[in-house]
């Protein structure tokens, strides 16, 4: 059964920095690209950031510089650093699993994990 555990959200001041911690199960992580999405009250959800199998990551131009992805294959979790928060980082931040196999797709998501900023 495929599992993917956000952990790491709370509240946090603006200007402070918190670690998401994504554990995953039930597949092979290490073969699955890695994302990041964040759903906001009243807005769609969006990109975040992505790690792909072989370690290559991509931001979104707002976290760019302030958000950083990283996988542990060992411990099959992914992780997002986020430092330099503001009020609009607030959100729900969901973890994704990916891949594509023989032209089937393959794409989990973990229930979420509330991310507050403020004074």
């Known amino acids: 059964q495929v599992q993917l555990v956000e952990s790491g959200g709370g509240l946090v001041q603006p200007g402070g920095s918190l670690r998401l911690s994504c554990a995953a199960s039930?597949?092979?992580?290490?073969?699955?690209?890695m994302s990041w999405y964040r759903q906001a009250p009243g807005k769609e959800r969006e990109l975040v950031a992505v790690?792909?199998?072989?370690?290559?990551?991509n931001y979104a131009d707002s976290m760019k510089g302030r958000f950083t992805i990283s996988r542990d294959n060992f411990k099959n979790t992914v992780y997002l650093q986020m430092s330099s928060l503001e009020r609009e980082d607030t959100a729900v931040y969901y973890c994704n699993a990916r891949r594509s196999i023989l032209r089937k797709e393959y794409d989990y998501w973990g229930q979420g994990t509330q991310v507050t900023v403020s004074s």
């Open positions: 039930g597949f092979t992580f290490s073969t699955y690209a």
């Open positions: 790690i792909t199998s072989a370690g290559s990551t």
